[in-house]
Each structure stands twice: as structure tokens, then as C-alpha cells.
């Protein structure tokens, strides 16, 4: 059975980020939203505050709901009357005819009094500053921000909160906590990482025109590129051959830059290609405890193009590490086993420690998968007659599979032997997305997403379709 969350009200985290002055104090949990389904999600599951942007203004420009202000407004009252913070991304680095309208087209959103805007780029923050004095910035992890020299140089321009770059140790972040101990400090705990510098990156405008600046990115990095065959000679060296014939004993793959003909680099490639570029995800949650220890004000979980089930995993798991840190319990480690729970490129812990190339990147797959479970379905309602709850199909599953039930008051298992369809005759299996099943769980289990659990190559591009 997996372990319970205390997402309570009671919860000793959320009850410390309650409580300012506490000898530990009990950092911000950040969560993504791209729709308001995730936005509730994310609170339900112990999130204390989110963020979300218009389209136009930050680097989501797809999976985003929050381009219709009235969608907007009702996520920042939203969160207000749940006592949490609503931050507004405006993070894209905009070339003039997107400055033109800026004031103007903001003037509305600020209206609705985000708690905080994130932001990048230092022209727009310079307007925001001017235009509305009292509204508190937050500079972007795409500003890159690396040592406690700059986090001075953008507190004297107004900025609240610097949310640090994500290529920084944790003593380096221990570092700049002390040399800057009047600036909030945000770091990234989750989430897809870029082979490059967060924002400096220009692969995607260069393959197909999707600048990834200004919030299309296609994850160039990620494409499975194409080599060719090679050999090793006598001596060692590696040589490419053009002939058929000794394609044929190739011993090795190879890349060859453009620039550098006849230099060939080894590579390895299945089926589908090779993944050069493809870093694994950040999962940083075995140092959230030195991250409490430190200081920092807020851990931030990225995705907001993600589900609402990839919010309520990692919010539970996170709010669950946070709560441990800061009642100076150890990491269950459980927690890894339930974000294993989630399709993912491997996991790393990015630049928190010193990794070898192959523990940060994973060159044999750009897709995402789970090797633990799958998300199959949301349990959306009750019928005490019957006993049974409604549940929307997501993905395949039958009688006979263990689930597992995971929801805000806690997680727990079920080994179904018996569902109906939305006539209520006996079936065995749920074939799939559009579907509405009837599973035997209790009434409190309204709300709840359900996992399958699986063996990983049953996962391999599945998710991706859900998104997960
Ligand atoms: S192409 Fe890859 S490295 Fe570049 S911005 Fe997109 S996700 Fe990041």
C-alpha cells in the first residue's frame, strides 16, 4: 500500500508556511497550472500557490487555458478565496511590435491582482515598474541568474523574488542564500530540463521556426536524429564507410559534424534513432531537505503544458517531502516509487550534485514512460445505490489489474474483480479514452485519479498521447 500524504489542513508544512518565524521555515510549494482543472488539482493536493500565464506573454503558448481573461480571473479569485498565491507569467523575451501593447494589453490582467508577475525580460519589467510601482516581480529562471552579484543587481531594480537558475549545486544555492538573505530565493525541484541554459537555446527556431524564446518550443532537442554506420580500423580510429558493402560489418554508429568531415563521433541508436540531446527530467526530491535547510523561499514544480494527474502526483509526493523536512523527519522513500508513478525521461537530479554525462541524459529514448504505473481513469462520481463509483476511462484497463486510487485525503490499492458499463451489465475491460466505467470504491473516493500498475514497456508512448 502506497503511503499517505498529510495534505490536511493540519499538515505541520502547511501549518509552518503558516507560521513565519519558525526556527524552519517551510518553503512555498509552487505548482503549474495550464488549465483551472490543474489549478484545483494542484491545491487539493497541497500546493500553496500557482502559476500560469496568457499565451502571448509566457513561454506556454500551447495546453494553455488562461488566455481568456474571464478563465484567468476566476483562477486568481480562485485561489484567493482558498488563502493561496496566484503568480502571472509574462516571461518572453519580445521583440518590439510585442512591447507596442504590452501596458495596454496588461492593464486588465494586473487588474486582477496576481500576486506576483514572472518575468525575464529587464525592458518589460522596467514597464511594469513604472506603469504599477506596487506590483511585485519575480524574476524567471529564463533571466539565468547564477550568482548572489546578480540576484544584488535585479533586487535594486525591483525585483521581490529571483527564482534561480536550475544549472546551480546546492552549495552554490546555499551560497547565494547567504550572501543575500533579504531576497526571496525559488528553485525548480521538477520537471522537463533543457540541454541548454533555461531560454538559450535555439534549436527549435532553427529546425522549424518555433522559437523557443517566445514560448513554441518543439523539444528539438529531443528528436531522434539519424546517423550512419561505421567501422573501428586497426588502430582504433573510428571511420565512416560510404560503400554498401561495408555497411554491413559496421561495429558502430556515428555522427559527423558538417564542419568537421572525417572527424566521427560514436553514438548509440536504436530502432527509431538517437537522442543526442534528450536530457532526463529533474526529480529533486531527495534534497529537499537541504533545500528547507537552507533557506529557500520557494520549490517549484515545472509543466504547465502537463495533466492534472502529473500535478497531483508530484504536488502529493512534494508536499509529503516538504512536511518530513520540516518536522526534521528523512525522506520516505517511498516518494521516489510514487513519481516513478509518472512518464518521465529518466530521472536526474540536474546540477544539485556532480553527475556523469549518462546519469543526466538518456540517449535511448525521447519519449516519455513510466516504469511503475499508468494513468487510466478519474473517478468523477457516486451512486449509493449501486455502490459503485463512475469513473472516466482514460486508458485501457480490466478486471483483474492491481490500481491504485490516489487522491488529496490519501492513497491506497485496489485489485479490481468487478466493474460495470454505463448500462450496468458485468464487463471486464475498459477499453480506453471516451469511456465510463462503474468500479467498486467507496464515496470518498470522488476526485481521485487511477493508476494501473504496469511493466514499462506496456507504458512506452502511451502517455505521451495523455500528455502525462
Ligand atoms: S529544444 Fe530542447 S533544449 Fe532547446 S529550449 Fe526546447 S526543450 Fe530546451
Redesign the pocket.
Known amino acids: 500500500m502506497p503511503s499517505r500524504a498529510d495534505n490536511s489542513p493540519d499538515s505541520p508544512g502547511l501549518q509552518a508556511a503558516r507560521s513565519p518565524g519558525r526556527a524552519l521555515r517551510c518553503p512555498e510549494l509552487l505548482a503549474p497550472a495550464g488549465s483551472l482543472t490543474m489549478l484545483e488539482t494542484a491545491f487539493a493536493f497541497g500546493a500553496t500557490a500557482v502559476y500560469a500565464g496568457q499565451p502571448r506573454y509566457s513561454l506556454r503558448v500551447r495546453n494553455n487555458d488562461f488566455g481568456d481573461i474571464d478563465v484567468l480571473k476566476q483562477g486568481v479569485d480562485r485561489a484567493h478565496a482558498l488563502g493561496h498565491k496566484f503568480y502571472l507569467v509574462s516571461n518572453i523575451f519580445p521583440h518590439d511590435n510585442k512591447i507596442k501593447h504590452y501596458v495596454q494589453n496588461m492593464a486588465p490582467v494586473i487588474a486582477l491582482q496576481p500576486d506576483a508577475m514572472i518575468m525575464s525580460d529587464p525592458g518589460l519589467i522596467m514597464m511594469v515598474r513604472e506603469t504599477w510601482p506596487e506590483m511585485e516581480i519575480h524574476l524567471s529562471v529564463q533571466a539565468n541568474t547564477v550568482n548572489s552579484a546578480a540576484v544584488r543587481f535585479w533586487k535594486s531594480a525591483g525585483v521581490s523574488r529571483v527564482i534561480l537558475s536550475r544549472e546551480l549545486s546546492l552549495d552554490q544555492v546555499a551560497q547565494i542564500r547567504q550572501e543575500c538573505p533579504d531576497t526571496e530565493l525559488e528553485v525548480f525541484v521538477h520537471g522537463?530540463l533543457?540541454?541548454?541554459y533555461?531560454?538559450r537555446?535555439l534549436?527549435?527556431g532553427y529546425f522549424n521556426h518555433r522559437d523557443?524564446n517566445q514560448g513554441s518550443?518543439?523539444?528539438?532537442?529531443?528528436w531522434d536524429y539519424k546517423t550512419q554506420p561505421g567501422v573501428v580500423d586497426a588502430s582504433g580510429d573510428i571511420l565512416a564507410p560510404q560503400a554498401a558493402a561495408e555497411r554491413e560489418r559496421a561495429e558502430v554508429y556515428v555522427i559527423e559534424e558538417s564542419q568537421r568531415p572525417g572527424s566521427y563521433m560514436p553514438i548509440e541508436e536504436d530502432e527509431h534513432g538517437t537522442y543526442v540531446?534528450n536530457?532526463k527530467d529533474l526529480r529533486a526530491i531527495e534534497h529537499v531537505k537541504r533545500l528547507v535547510e537552507i533557506g529557500v523561499d520557494s520549490l517549484k514544480i515545472e509543466g504547465r503544458t502537463k495533466s492534472p494527474y502529473y500535478v497531483a502526483r508530484t504536488v502529493q509526493s512534494y508536499r509529503h517531502a516538504i512536511d518530513d523536512a520540516v518536522a526534521g523527519r528523512e525522506l520516505d522513500p517511498a516518494l521516489l516509487g510514487q513519481l516513478e508513478g509518472l512518464a518521465n525521461r529518466g530521472y536526474t537530479s540536474g546540477f544539485f550534485q556532480r553527475h556523469t554525462p549518462q546519469e543526466t541524459q538518456n540517449y535511448l529514448r525521447g519519449y516519455s514512460e513510466s516504469g511503475r504505473s499508468l494513468y487510466v481513469g478519474d473517478v468523477a462520481s457516486f451512486d449509493a445505490a449501486s455502490g459503485l463509483a463512475e469513473v472516466t476511462v482514460k486508458n485501457r484497463f480490466a478486471v483483474g489489474d492491481a490500481l491504485e486510487i490516489i487522491h488529496p485525503a490519501g492513497n491506497f490499492d485496489l485489485q479490481l474483480d468487478r466493474m460495470e458499463n454505463i448500462d450496468g451489465q458485468a464487463v471486464t475491460v475498459a477499453p480506453g479514452s471516451g469511456h465510463v466505467v462503474w468500479l467498486p470504491l467507496p464515496a470518498s473516493a470522488v476526485g481521485a485519479f487511477v493508476a494501473r500498475y504496469v511493466a514499462a514497456p506496456e507504458t512506452a508512448g502511451l502517455l505521451d498521447q495523455v500528455s502525462v
Do not use: D, K, Q
Open positions: 522537463a533543457c540541454i541548454a533555461s531560454g537555446c534549436l527549435s523557443a518550443c518543439t523539444n528539438s532537442c529531443r540531446m536530457s
